[in-house]
């Protein structure tokens, strides 16, 4: 069974950085697209950054781009999120999951997705 467990939240200044970690396990892949979300206290799930299934596309949520950088180590089977210049309105629970759909901005087309982790940033 597909699994995936994000690691690397807490407590940042604004302007601050944080990575968080997406591991996965459970798939026999070569390859596979990945996409990170978050959604702060209130507000509905957003989409903030994709990687395509060929790892050399990546797209993000206007929000974010300049600021995030999404990786992935197929050797480590892990998916990365560098957060940089972090904001206070960056504060939500920062969730990664596997798309059916390579490419995909819209939660639905996601299937498999982690418990989520924690990013609070103080102003």
């Known amino acids: 069974q597909v699994q995936l467990v994000e690691s690397g939240g807490g407590l940042v200044q604004a302007g601050g950085s944080l990575r968080l970690s997406c591991a996965v396990s459970?798939?026999?892949?070569?390859?596979?697209?990945m996409g990170w979300f978050r959604q702060a206290p209130g507000k509905e799930r957003e989409f903030v950054a994709g990687i395509r299934w060929s790892g050399r596309s990546t797209f993000y949520a206007d929000s974010v781009k300049g600021r995030f950088t999404i990786s992935r180590d197929n050797a480590k089977n892990t998916v990365y999120l560098q957060m940089n210049s972090l904001k206070p309105e960056d504060t939500a629970v920062y969730y990664c999951a596997l798309p059916l759909v390579d490419g995909s901005r819209w939660d639905h087309e996601y299937e498999y997705w982690g418990q989520g982790t924690q990013v609070t940033v103080s102003s």
């Open positions: 459970g798939h026999s892949w070569s390859s596979y697209a």
